[in-house]
């Protein structure tokens, strides 16, 4: 008799769990929406640049400002490899996914006068190793650049002030609400104060 309730209870257990996987195979989990985090930029020390690193910055830069770096290289390493760092700590890519158009084109524009400030620079250099014939070329090509890099920092400061107008206005919206809340402000703290409802900010 004994046996025979052991094997009915092997039995039931067996089942019971047999249920379990199959109910299992059934259900299917809801799928979580992961947003991937920016990615930070890397950060570059101030030791020698191995390979790699070289690499990867001259991958970020436009082929104009590479190929004006490389020509530096040919004349001096170290400053190069200062020129090819200054390139990379205006590098703020991993946050436009965040920003509003106005902002985007701000940034993009600051990104765009960093690399004008590092061929300016690069081009200074390659002046003192010209010969003289190379550089009156190089004179005019750096006065060319600086007189765009000029436009740039103005586009700069146009859309700085433009946003500063939208932040003025809204503020100005908020004060003349608040103004006009001023009562219902007033009370709402007050009831904070005493421990009754809350509605609107102090």
């Keep these: ?12 257990m067996s089942m019971f769990i047999i249920g379990i996987s199959v109910a299992q ?9 992961r947003i991937k985090p920016p990615k930070a930029p890397k950060i570059i020390g101030l030791s020698k640049l191995d390979e790699q690193d070289e690499k990867e910055l001259l991958n970020k830069l436009s082929p ?3 190929a004006e770096l490389l020509k530096v290289k040919e004349y001096d390493q170290q400053k190069f490899e200062e020129l090819l760092r200054e390139t990379s700590y205006g590098r703020f890519e991993f946050y436009t996914d965040f920003m509003e158009p106005k902002e985007k084109e701000r940034m993009e524009n600051e990104r765009k006068i960093e690399e004008m400030e590092v061929k300016t620079e690069a081009l200074g250099i390659r002046y003192e190793y010209a010969s003289s014939t ?11 650049v600086l007189n765009k890099l000029f436009d740039m920092k103005e586009k700069a400061r146009s859309l700085e002030v433009e946003m500063l107008e939208r932040e003025l206005t809204q503020l100005k919206e908020s004060l003349k609400v608040r103004k006009q809340s001023k ?9 904070e104060l005493i421990g009754k409802g809350d509605y609107l900010d102090w």
């Design 1 to 12: 008799m004994n046996i025979i309730k052991m094997c009915t209870s092997v039995i039931i």
């Design 183 to 191: 009562d219902e402000i007033i009370n709402r703290r007050l009831n």
């Design 25 to 33: 195979d059934y259900v299917t989990e809801p799928k979580v929406v």
């Design 134 to 144: 190379e550089k009156q070329k190089i004179v005019s090509e750096l006065k060319a």
């Design 64 to 66: 104009e400002l590479k």
